[in-house]
């Protein structure tokens, strides 16, 4: 899994990598932490 933080838009992409499978997200890091937790517990 690859984290970055928001560019200006939410992604959320999924790729097939050699068969192992990657998943590209972006988390708003500028907001109150429970709001980070619930984005983070979305994602994985």
Do not use: A, F, S
Request: overall charge neutral; aromatic content about 10%; proline content about 7%.
């Amino acid at each position: 899994m690859l984290l970055y933080p928001l560019p200006g838009r939410e992604l959320d992409l999924l790729y097939e990598i050699k068969g192992y499978p990657i998943k590209v997200c972006t988390m708003d890091l500028n907001q109150d932490w429970r709001m980070i937790h619930k984005r983070l517990v979305e994602i994985v």
